[in-house]
């Protein structure tokens, strides 16, 4: 896919983005697609809807305010990259997290860091329940983020621990976060959250209900969370 596509779907939907960026999303969306063939990164074919799905849906955060005055974030079970390489990309003052449990993703998104110049990353290999023990991760972030990962109630385990207080929780969810939301609201109290409105993310041409669900952390979360790893899925909290 060229450059100057990429910049015509990144202006058609109101995203703000520096120069640079439509040459390093092509190079990431090329290593995507070659890396793709060999390792199973994600079941999304064809430039146009992988351009739309995964880049375009994790960029358009940068069309709200919920990034505002961010200095560091991580992305929790960040799979090939989204949304926190997107972000990284293109936002090179925010550092960014990626943290997963698999080591050949996260070998994935080094290339994609190397050849595209992103200096502003830092590589985890951890289980988010694990990885939210850490001295250096726990309760340290402006935001910790997820998209497509597991239902409001789990992420709310996974994701507020790594938040300090004040900052946010951002998941990327779809229309079934309706369902979601009453299990959700009780687990984000539990962990020191408090659920805000879903915030609507459209993409032209897309009959996508695609949404950003925040909750702030106003309260440090309790020592006990997150329990053991596999227990936040296994048996969630607000149920």
Known sequence: MRAERITERLEANGIPFAPELPERIRIYLDLLQEWNGRMDLTAVEGEEDLLDRHFLDSLTVLK?????????????????????????????????????????????????ADATGAG?????????????????????????????????????????PYVRVGGKMLCWK?????????????????????????????????????????AVKSRTTPGKYPRKAGTPKKEPLGT
């Open 64 to 112: 709200t305010d919920l990034l505002a005055g961010a200095e560091r974030i991580i992305d929790v079970g960040t799979g090939a990259g989204f949304p926190g390489m997107a972000i990284a990309l293109a936002k090179p003052g925010i550092r960014v997290v990626l943290l997963d449990s698999q080591r050949k993703r996260l070998s994935f998104l080094q290339a994609v």
């Open 174 to 214: 779809g229309p079934a976060v309706e369902e979601e939301m009453e299990s959700g609201r009780r687990a984000a109290f539990l962990l020191g959250g408090t659920l805000q409105p879903a915030i609507p993310c459209p993409l032209a041409g897309r009959d996508w209900d695609h949404r950003i669900l925040p």
């Open 120 to 160: 502003n990353i830092e590589i985890v290999h951890a289980r988010a329940e694990d990885g939210a023990r850490r001295t250096d991760l726990r309760e340290r972030f402006d935001a910790a983020c997820a998209r497509a990962v597991a239902p409001l109630n789990v992420l709310s385990e996974l994701l507020l």
